[in-house]
């Protein structure tokens, strides 16, 4: 981890920061008692229509069913590293997807809730094992294609879609913007989710800082993604990968229960009827989706078997727009469209739209939305610019993804639903 390194994810985290209080302010001011915000598609969708809404779904899911995915990926290198190569790949995914079809049948999120906390202090456990195994063990040249001194720098150049790659990596630690309006929709007091918000965030920098110095400093060059399977020494390396696969199926499992409600409940509920969650045939039309769900999840996971390529993948087109994109974009529409407001008349609920003396097609009404307040009007004018910096960043990411994941097919080893692992190139 390089100052650049520590620079971006410091300001990364600032950014993060803001996002998740605009997400806080927009929640206090649009949900209400008698039409409840729930979700991160219902507090776009007040904002900018069902339109918006839908593409909040649909990129949450997907990031949901993605994440599932890479860490299918994640336990199916675990796995086999503990066998030392000699079970088939694609086989270790299929393991660990079993495994999750078999969890993710537990329906509500508060049975999670202690399993959950386990995974926290065991994900704790592998960072601080990985910290000591790696201060006492040479890198792992075998997850590599060379070896030599280890090599660290304060400031290291590389090729601009390298840069945009590990900054995505910077961008998935800080992706629980995704499920923030979840959160709040479940506390009863406003400043629990800020406080909480603000504990966590700093928790995950100091921590990640932390160890991404720590390991870097003894491995530099050599580090891996995940850093635990970056550990040479085969005793040392299945402790810290048995703990990781407990982990890591557990939070496989939490994403899953999450995408499926997602999905089945905006999508087949409530445009193709089917029956909520909690009658008799939803609870049976829920164990199939979740059979389904995983199924999908182990076809991204063997199909792209690149680890790091397809987080970098996921964290630019779905986690970057709900932690950066998505929240400056609608602070910016929603004080736009309070000055609009500002000179219609009483809102009449038998005739929604009597009220407003003109529409958005007149340039009178985007003249007070713009003009009204100069403040507004700059805090707005500064979101939009964010906004689009951050779409750019985005793009440029999610490009560079994609052609490290095609680059990495045409120099690798290592296929689509292939018996050999990611991390064996030894052969």
């Given at each position: 981890?390089?100052f650049?390194?520590?620079?971006?994810f410091f300001v990364?985290?600032?950014?993060?920061a803001?996002g998740?209080f605009?997400l806080w302010r927009?929640?206090l001011k649009?949900?209400?008692e008698?039409?409840p915000v729930k979700?991160?598609?219902?507090?776009?969708?007040?904002?900018?229509?069902r339109w918006?809404?839908?593409?909040c779904?649909?990129?949450?899911s997907?990031?949901?069913?993605?994440n599932?995915?890479?860490i299918?990926?994640?336990n199916g290198?675990g796995?086999?590293?503990?066998a030392?190569?000699?079970?088939c790949f694609?086989?270790?995914?299929?393991?660990?997807?079993l495994a999750?079809?078999?969890?993710?049948?537990?329906?509500?999120?508060q049975?999670f809730?202690?399993?959950a906390?386990?995974a926290?202090w065991?994900?704790?456990?592998v960072?601080i094992?990985?910290?000591a195994?790696?201060?006492n063990?040479p890198?792992n040249?075998?997850?590599?294609a060379?070896?030599?001194?280890?090599?660290?720098?304060?400031i290291?150049?590389q090729?601009?879609e390298?840069q945009?790659n590990g900054i995505?990596?910077?961008?998935?630690?800080?992706?629980?913007?995704m499920?923030f309006v979840?959160?709040?929709a479940e506390?009863?007091?406003?400043?629990?989710f800020?406080?909480a918000m603000?504990?966590s965030?700093?928790?995950?920098?100091?921590?990640?800082?932390?160890?991404g110095l720590?390991?870097?400093s003894?491995?530099?060059q050599y580090v891996?993604?995940?850093a635990?399977?970056?550990?040479?020494t085969?005793g040392?390396?299945t402790a810290?990968?048995?703990i990781?696969l407990t982990?890591?199926?557990i939070?496989?499992?939490?994403?899953?229960n999450?995408?499926?409600?997602?999905i089945?409940?905006n999508?087949?509920v409530?445009i193709f009827d089917?029956?909520v969650l909690?009658?008799?045939r939803g609870?049976?039309?829920?164990?199939?989706?979740v059979?389904?769900?995983?199924?999908?999840?182990?076809v991204i996971?063997?199909a792209?078997p690149q680890?790091?390529?397809?987080?970098?993948?996921?964290?630019?087109?779905?986690?970057?727009?709900?932690t950066y994109?998505?929240?400056p974009?609608?602070?910016m529409?929603?004080?736009l469209q309070?000055?609009?407001?500002k000179d219609d008349?009483?809102?009449?609920?038998?005739?929604?739209?009597?009220h407003?003396?003109?529409?958005?097609t007149?340039?009178?009404?985007w003249?007070?939305?713009?003009?009204?307040?100069i403040?507004?009007?700059?805090f707005?004018a500064?979101?939009?610019?964010l906004t689009l910096?951050?779409?750019?960043?985005?793009?440029?990411?999610?490009?560079s993804?994609v052609?490290?994941?095609v680059?990495a097919?045409?120099?690798?080893?290592?296929?689509?639903?292939s018996c050999?692992?990611?991390?064996d190139v030894?052969s």
């Amino acid at each position: 981890m390089t100052f650049a390194d520590v620079a971006c994810f410091f300001v990364f985290g600032i950014l993060a920061a803001y996002g998740g209080f605009i997400l806080w302010r927009l929640f206090l001011k649009l949900d209400s008692e008698r039409y409840p915000v729930k979700s991160f598609g219902e507090l776009g969708q007040r904002i900018y229509g069902r339109w918006f809404g839908n593409l909040c779904n649909i990129l949450q899911s997907l990031q949901l069913v993605f994440n599932v995915g890479i860490i299918i990926l994640q336990n199916g290198q675990g796995l086999s590293q503990m066998a030392k190569f000699r079970l088939c790949f694609s086989g270790c995914n299929v393991v660990w997807t079993l495994a999750g079809m078999f969890l993710g049948q537990i329906r509500t999120l508060q049975k999670f809730g202690s399993i959950a906390n386990i995974a926290i202090w065991l994900n704790i456990t592998v960072l601080i094992m990985t910290m000591a195994f790696a201060a006492n063990s040479p890198p792992n040249y075998t997850a590599v294609a060379y070896s030599g001194p280890v090599i660290t720098q304060a400031i290291n150049v590389q090729a601009f879609e390298n840069q945009l790659n590990g900054i995505m990596q910077i961008v998935f630690s800080y992706g629980g913007a995704m499920i923030f309006v979840e959160f709040m929709a479940e506390m009863r007091r406003p400043m629990d989710f800020w406080k909480a918000m603000a504990y966590s965030q700093i928790f995950i920098f100091i921590v990640y800082m932390f160890f991404g110095l720590f390991v870097y400093s003894y491995q530099g060059q050599y580090v891996v993604n995940p850093a635990n399977q970056g550990i040479s020494t085969y005793g040392l390396q299945t402790a810290g990968n048995a703990i990781s696969l407990t982990a890591g199926i557990i939070a496989a499992a939490l994403y899953g229960n999450i995408g499926v409600k997602i999905i089945y409940n905006n999508i087949f509920v409530a445009i193709f009827d089917f029956p909520v969650l909690t009658a008799t045939r939803g609870k049976y039309y829920f164990a199939i989706f979740v059979i389904v769900y995983w199924a999908i999840a182990f076809v991204i996971a063997s199909a792209i078997p690149q680890f790091s390529a397809l987080s970098s993948l996921i964290a630019a087109v779905c986690i970057f727009q709900f932690t950066y994109t998505f929240p400056p974009f609608m602070i910016m529409g929603y004080f736009l469209q309070v000055d609009a407001a500002k000179d219609d008349g009483e809102f009449d609920i038998n005739n929604p739209y009597a009220h407003r003396i003109d529409s958005w097609t007149d340039i009178s009404r985007w003249k007070r939305a713009v003009f009204y307040n100069i403040w507004h009007f700059l805090f707005a004018a500064w979101n939009f610019l964010l906004t689009l910096a951050c779409l750019a960043c985005a793009i440029l990411s999610a490009y560079s993804a994609v052609n490290t994941i095609v680059t990495a097919f045409q120099s690798s080893s290592s296929a689509a639903f292939s018996c050999h692992s990611p991390l064996d190139v030894s052969s």
